[in-house]
């Protein structure tokens, strides 16, 4: 207590009073400094997460892309991720990219089924309408069955098969691709939507919408041989010592 009291004693009243008056002007100083102008840098972390949900998702716009952070608890203004985006030449506008069928079709084929109906001729000439199913992801076919008269009971039947087949085989199964068909019935489309497997329907006389299971089913059917040929003759001219190459019809 002794020594506190003598080292108290080696500073002066005013001097602690000093001391306090310089503590104050420097913080006075400190806050009242210009500071840089604009909201300060987004941190790093949140510019890269910006641009990777540009990058991943190129039909969203800004403030679809700022909503995302927003859900996950992270501030940042949606100016600034239009900032971000300029900044880097990617559109802020959803416009920038359009999500279409192709893209669909390739982000969903792990769990994407398609179905056509073709027909076949049996050795007595009968005609057979058969049901496939193919898997875009594996391109594994499944052919569900064939008749000579094709009904909507029939076809309802045989999607119950492919949902059991499907679920034996541990696959799982999101969308099914189908045409217009009169054959695919409501009741048809009732068992694969109580199955949680929604369907989507080609457009009209677009088969290309149903391309993969087409192009199968191009292959199953007869190649048409040609009767004629034409022989094309074409003949080659070596000009300065095969330097230049022309070539010609032969005469």
Not at 91 to 111: E, I, K, M, N, V
């Amino acid at each position: 207590m002794d020594k506190l009291r003598r080292l108290v004693l080696l500073v002066r009243p005013d001097t602690l009073m000093r001391w306090h008056r310089d503590l104050l002007r420097r913080r006075h100083a400190a806050a009242s400094a210009p500071r840089r102008p604009g909201r300060p840098r987004t941190v790093r972390s949140i510019r890269t997460l910006v641009l990777r949900l540009a990058r991943e998702n190129s039909s969203w716009g800004y403030r679809r892309i700022h909503g995302e952070p927003a859900a996950l608890g992270i501030k940042i203004a949606a100016s600034t991720v239009w900032e971000i985006l300029e900044e880097h030449g990617i559109a802020p506008s959803p416009q920038r990219s359009h999500t279409g069928w192709a893209d669909f079709l390739r982000d969903q084929a792990g769990a994407l089924l398609a179905c056509d109906f073709f027909e076949v001729r049996t050795l007595t000439g009968a005609r057979l309408y058969v049901l496939a199913v193919i898997e875009h992801a594996t391109r594994r076919i499944h052919i569900l069955g064939a008749t000579a008269h094709p009904t909507g009971q029939w076809v309802t039947q045989l999607g119950r098969n492919l949902l059991m087949d499907l679920h034996e085989a541990g696959t799982t199964v999101m969308f099914l691709i189908r045409d217009r068909d009169a054959k695919f019935t409501a009741a048809f489309d009732a068992v694969l939507t109580d199955a949680a497997v929604q369907v989507v329907t080609t457009g009209i006389r677009i088969p290309r919408m149903n391309s993969i299971m087409e192009r199968w089913i191009q292959t199953c059917q007869p190649s048409t041989i040609p009767t004629e040929t034409t022989r094309i003759d074409i003949r080659r001219h070596d000009r300065l010592g095969g330097v230049l190459r022309e070539y010609a019809h032969a005469a």
